[in-house]
């Protein structure tokens, strides 16, 4: 299994939480480097707490799935 499928088999676990709230999120890349590149999307692209989803929500448990993942950016 590839480093991009692995994270998208993770983000399939955070998904449900997101799109209660009317959001998504979209794997846009994974970089050599273990940085994972993502869109927040519907009720996330713009919600004020989208950064803290993102580190404490998201970057956590990518990195507690996948070890190679260094952290998650926003595009």
Known sequence: ???IEKVE??????RPS?????GD???VDVEKDGTVKVKLMGACGGCP????TLKMGIERILK????????????
């Open 64 to 75: 507690q799935k996948i070890p190679e993942i260094t952290g998650v950016e926003s595009v």
């Open 1 to 3: 299994m590839t480093l």
């Open 25 to 27: 999120v979209q794997l």
């Open 49 to 52: 707490m989208a950064q803290m």
């Open 18 to 22: 997101l799109q209660a709230d009317g």
């Open 9 to 14: 088999r993770a983000l399939q676990k955070v």
